[in-house]
C-alpha cells in the first residue's frame, strides 16, 4: 500500500508542476497578446472579419492582418472606412506607415518637422481613388475626410506592429508633450497596457 | 601674389578634396540602389506608376511603395495582375507577405515543410475578391490564377525590403537546391546583384 500511496503523490506532484506549468505559459501569453490565432483559416473574406469604430464617429476599422490577431511580426494591414467629416487625430509613429486609397478623396496634413519644438502648420495634399503616399517616420500627420459626400476607404500598411501612436491636441503642442496611446484602440484586446511601448525617437 | 597663390591651391584642394566626397558619397548610395526618390511626389496617382511584366507572361507588376524606388526600408507594396493561366513561381522568402485580392479569384498552393527535405504535395486554398490571406515565413508556395476568364488583382505587402526568394522548379526540388533570385525581377534595376542578399533559415 505504501508503494501504491507513494506512486500516488508522486502523480499528484506531477499533475500539479504541470498545472504550474501551464499557468505560467498561459500567463507569459496573455502578457504579450489576448488574443489567440488558433483556428483562425488561412484565406479569410475581409467582408466577414469584425469591424468597429473604437469610439471614434465616422470610424470603420477591420485589421485585415494584424499582429495580435493573426501572429504577424513584422507588417499590419487595416481596412478603414472614413465618414465624410471624420479622420484620424494628429498623431506621430516611428513605424513606416503606406496607404493606398481604395475609394473616396480627402487631405492629408502632414508637418516634417521632428527636428523643431512642435509640428507647426502642415502641409496638406489631396488624396484620391487610386492614389498611394507614405508617411516619412515621426512625421506628425492626420488624413481628414474633407469630402462632404462620399466615404474614404484606405487600405493601411503599418511596419513593426502593435503601433505605437503619439497624439497631438493641435499643430502648436510639443512633441514631447503628444501623449502615447498604447495598446491603440484597435489593439486594446489583444495587448495589456503594461507591455513596454518601444523607445520613441523624439 | 604668393598669398593668393596659396590661397588658390587651397581652394584647389578643398574644391578636389568635395569631388572626391561626393564620388564616395554617389559610390556608396549606387551601390546600394540605382534609383532616386529625388522628385517624386508624396501622393502618387497608381494608375501612372510604370507597369511591366518582366518577362513573364500574363504578369502586370506595379511597385507602388518599394525600397529602391520610392526609400522604403521596412515594407513594400505591389500592385499585381495576373492573366488566367499565369502566376508566381514556386518560392519561398524568409520575409512576411501579406495579400489582398481586389479582382478575380485563384489557387493559392502552399507547402508547409521547412523542416523537411523538399516541399511535397502542396495545400490548396481557394482565394477570391476581398479576401485576404498571409504567407507563413519559409513555406514554399505559389499564386495561379486557374480562373479561365478573369484577371487575378491582388495588393501584396512584403516586410524587409528588397524581396530574396527562392525558386523550386517543382514541389519535389529540395530546399537547398532552390535558386536565389536576387534581387527579383522588379529589383533589377535598382539593385546591383553583387549586393550580398540576407542569410536564409533554410
Redesign the interface.
Known amino acids: 500500500m505504501a508503494d501504491a500511496e507513494d506512486i500516488g503523490s508522486t502523480m499528484e506532484m506531477i499533475e500539479s508542476l504541470w498545472i504550474l506549468f501551464l499557468a505560467i505559459v498561459f500567463c507569459s501569453t496573455a502578457d504579450a497578446s489576448h488574443c489567440s490565432i488558433d483556428g483562425l483559416p488561412?484565406?479569410?473574406?475581409?467582408?466577414e472579419l469584425p469591424q468597429d469604430n473604437y469610439g471614434r464617429p465616422g470610424l470603420s476599422h477591420i485589421t485585415?492582418?494584424g499582429a495580435g490577431l493573426?501572429g504577424?511580426?513584422?507588417?499590419e494591414?487595416w481596412l478603414q472606412t472614413f465618414a465624410p467629416g471624420s479622420g484620424t487625430p494628429i498623431h506621430r509613429h516611428s513605424?513606416?506607415e503606406?496607404f493606398?486609397v481604395l475609394k473616396g478623396s480627402a487631405t492629408?496634413y502632414?508637418a516634417s518637422n521632428s527636428n523643431t519644438k512642435y509640428p507647426g502648420k502642415p502641409s496638406e495634399?489631396?488624396?484620391?481613388s487610386?492614389?498611394?503616399?507614405?508617411i516619412p517616420v515621426n512625421d506628425a500627420h492626420q488624413v481628414w475626410n474633407t469630402d462632404e459626400h462620399e466615404d474614404l476607404q484606405v487600405?493601411v500598411?503599418?511596419?513593426?506592429p502593435p503601433v505605437k501612436v503619439f497624439i497631438y491636441e493641435d499643430w502648436l503642442m510639443p512633441h514631447t508633450a503628444a501623449k502615447l496611446k498604447f495598446p491603440y484602440y484597435w489593439d486594446e484586446k489583444c495587448y495589456e497596457s503594461r507591455v513596454p511601448a518601444a523607445k520613441d525617437e523624439l
Open positions: 488561412l484565406v479569410r473574406n475581409i467582408t485585415v492582418a493573426h504577424m511580426k513584422e507588417v494591414v513605424c513606416e503606406v493606398v492629408l502632414i495634399f489631396r488624396i484620391f487610386n492614389s498611394t503616399f507614405h487600405l500598411i503599418i511596419s513593426r
